[in-house]
């Protein structure tokens, strides 16, 4: 079995963005296969039978447009991707990333530490940003400025960069529908109900911070909201950083001591 698989997700129409990652990703060693992101920008949510509106405007407080739908297929095409390559482990990147000079070294010693077997029953982890509270130093990275892997009770809420376990992706791919939150909110909403994603505290392929073009949400006075929707989304932060708080208290503590870097609930 191969050991990794990278995927790049990037529109038909985003040839710069294609040929900037592919130069920075070479520099770095790492080879990838393009995986043609789904164009949702001109679509009508309510076309699609995966998406449920109504659960939407209930959970997540408003609705979602066609790129943020979009940009929810397209991971789904790539964890489907990755379980087709037969590897072991599947890295799906957005083509909105930057390359840290230490990727290659950084992403090597993460799967070192995942085939070490300290890591049960993991499903993801995100690269692509950093964890900034409700988390659990597991090792060190050799990384300069003293990055660490940690396990992220409370996931980082950007898809630019997901490791994905083979367990993991077919996991998310039966419980990906039907789809009520963009996908990186969703990742959130899900790993605080199963606990099996990790991090790093300096991320290994930061996005660019430039606006991402699969996921261009429409512009606020086309996305209606639910009746007090600013309610609706502080129940639904609450909700998970409970259950992140939760799973942070009644996991092992390997090194004798528990971190949540930022204030407390």
Known sequence: MKRLSTFLINLNSSRARLESSRSKLTTAGIGFERVSAFDGRGMDPLSCPEYDEARALSWFGRKLSGAELGCYFSHVRAAERFLESGSEYGLVLEDDIKVQPDARADLEQVIDILDSGHCENWY???????????????????????????????????TSAILWSRT??????????????????????????TDEGFGVTSPIFPQLGQDSVIRAAAPPSELQRARFYHLRKQRRLWANKIKAKKNLQMSAIPNGGVADRTTAL
């Open 124 to 158: 993801m982890v995100n690269l692509g940003r950093k964890v900034k509270r409700l988390y659990q130093p597991c090792q060190p990275l050799h990384q300069a400025g003293g990055n660490l892997f940690c396990k992220a009770h409370y996931f980082p809420d950007t």
């Open 168 to 193: 993991g992706a077919k996991e998310f791919l039966k419980v990906a529908y039907p789809i009520f939150m963009p996908v990186d909110h969703f990742l959130r909403y899900w790993n605080c109900e």
